[in-house]
Each structure stands twice: as structure tokens, then as C-alpha cells.
């Protein structure tokens, strides 16, 4: 069971003044708690009122790079919808939050929000799991539904995709896109994939081996490119409809209409209906795409 959307893009609140607005996104409570000792690393958890014990389901929401805590506009409204239907919002900050992407990979992640919901498991009654993916948080919840551990990966029963959105392909046009690929993959060649890569390269610090998974041409971020084939997109995202049959689990595609860093030139209509059936498992070819 799989649905699609287009929904307005959300562009981040400025000051117009000295003085910064209060908490733009919008302001939370509930506990803040840390889930792995080292590295050091802590999540936010806030559940519907009135409960005495923390809800057994736990929506997980995963930004973008950079992002932390309260890493979407639309944050304060995905925890109102939650707590109606009686879940609880995790907002975790992993190794790659902030500018801690630029030395990380999909793994890691992976890995981090194992150990995030192995936590809750044990230690705030979590029985099943929902992803919020927005951005670059997309990739991480293709990657977890591929690489986690079975037993983590049969409670996710919800993901929702946000802007799945290609680093790669917007870079293409940048200038300089070709010199900076070929010396990653010079120092990769070299064995020193995990040396930093030119300031002039990228706006975060970044090592070669990240900027080759975000930007190089299949590399291990590149899920959404529209000018893959489809079976070059089924070969990176059907895993994500066999999961659906094999545990219950329901997806959503969301793409942002006026997003900033898909080239003009994608029609981002027909690329959602092309990541929707390239999600399609085998076993269920013709399970439906709903607006």
C-alpha cells in the first residue's frame, strides 16, 4: 500500500528585525534523554497528554543535512497529528546531525537509529515504529529498510518519504562538478577517502568518501535521480514494497512542489508516479499509488 503527494514547499522563517522570533517551528515538551554513551547521543521524545505511561508507538522524525531537533516547518503540526492518534514524536539527533554528516554514511545512521529505537524498546514501552524522512532523512529510511536488523525492521509498520530529493543531481550544474568528483575519487583511489575535501568543494566540511555518496553518479545517497532507468531505480528502491509485504508496512511519497534543489527541468509529477512503481514489489505489481 503505497500513497504520493504534492504539497507546498515549506521555506525556513527569517528575521526581519534584530530581534529572532520565537521558535519559529514551534515549541515542545517531554523528555530528553540519552540512548548511547559513545558517542554521547540524545533524543527528544514528546507524547500525547494525559498518558501516564509513554505510547508503545513512536513516530521517529529524520531530517535533512544539518538539521537537528525541530528540523522541519511542519514539526509542531506532525506532533499534534501523533498525539491524536495516540503516538508519540521522536526527534533523535545521531552523529550526522548539524555538520556532523560531512564525516558519516548511510551505516552509521543505520546503525545509531538502531540503537535509538532499541532504547525505546527497552525503556519507554515502544512496540512499533513510524519514519518521517524529510530530505536527506529520505535515504536514511531507505537505507534503515534494506541494512537494520530484522528485528528492528519488522516494527517500522509506517514510512513517510518528504522531499526525497537528489543530491546528486542538482549538483551536476554546478560549476566545478567534474574537477571536485574527480579528486574524491583520486583520494579514494589513494585510500584516503576519509580526507577532507577542498572548502571550495562543498559549503560543510565533508571528507571524499561522503562526497562521493552524495554527488557521484550512483553513489550510496543516490536513490531519487530522475534520470536513472526504472529498473535502475527498482533495483535501489523495490526493496522498500517487499518489506511492506513481508511486515504490513505502508509508504508514503511526498514531494515538495516548489522544491528548491530539484533542477527545473524534472517534471516532479511524473518522477513521483517513477519512485512509486519502482517501490512496487514483485509480489505486488499493481498496489496502488493514492493522492
Not at 503505497?2 to 534584530?18: D, E, G, H, Q, V
Not at 540519552?34 to 507524547?47: D, G, M, N, R
Not at 530530505?135 to 528485528?151: E, I, L, P, R
Not at 576519509?194 to 559549503?203: D, G, K, L, S
Request: hydrophobic share 35%.
Amino acid at each position: 500500500f503505497m500513497l504520493k503527494a504534492i504539497i507546498p514547499y515549506f521555506r525556513p522563517m527569517s528575521p526581519t528585525n534584530a530581534i529572532p522570533p520565537v521558535s519559529p517551528y514551534g515549541m515542545f515538551t517531554g523528555n530528553l534523554f540519552q540512548y548511547k554513551t559513545f558517542p554521547s547521543l540524545v533524543a527528544f521524545e514528546s507524547s500525547p497528554p494525559n498518558q501516564t505511561n509513554p505510547s508503545p508507538h513512536k513516530c521517529i522524525l529524520i531530517g535533512g543535512l544539518s538539521d537537528g531537533l525541530i528540523p522541519t516547518p511542519y514539526t509542531k503540526q506532525l506532533e499534534t497529528a501523533c498525539h491524536e492518534l495516540g503516538w508519540s514524536l521522536v526527534q533523535p539527533m545521531i552523529s550526522s546531525s548539524g555538520l556532523g554528516f560531512g564525516n558519516g554514511s548511510l551505516k552509521r545512521d543505520t546503525e545509531e537509529l538502531s540503537d535509538l529505537m532499541a532504547y525505546l524498546v527497552h525503556h519507554s514501552f515502544a512496540e512499533t515504529f513510524a519514519f518521517v524522512g524529510h530530505s536527506t532523512g529520505c535515504q536514511n529510511s531507505v537505507h534503515f529498510m534494506k541494512y537494520a536488523g530484522k528485528d528492528m525492521m519488522e516494527k517500522v509498520k509506517v514510512i513517510a518519504l518528504q522531499a526525497p530529493v537528489s543530491d546528486r543531481e542538482g549538483a551536476m550544474a554546478e560549476p566545478h562538478y567534474e574537477t571536485n568528483i574527480a579528486h574524491a575519487k583520486k583520494l579514494q583511489a589513494m585510500g584516503q577517502e576519509e580526507e577532507m575535501m577542498p572548502r571550495n568543494a562543498f559549503w560543510a566540511p565533508i571528507t571524499a568518501a561522503r562526497f562521493l555518496a552524495l554527488k557521484d553518479v550512483g553513489g550510496e545517497d543516490d536513490f531519487f535521480s530522475s534520470d536513472f532507468t526504472d529498473e535502475e531505480l527498482g533495483l535501489r528502491l523495490r526493496h522498500i514494497g517487499q518489506r511492506g509485504d513481508q511486515i504490513n508496512m505502508k509508504t508514503l511519497v511526498a514531494f515538495s512542489g516548489e522544491d528548491e534543489y530539484v533542477p527545473a527541468s524534472v517534471d516532479k509529477k511524473f518522477l513521483l508516479e517513477r519512485l512509486c512503481s519502482a517501490m512496487k514489489s514483485q509480489t505486488s505489481p499493481d498496489a496502488e499509488c493514492h493522492s
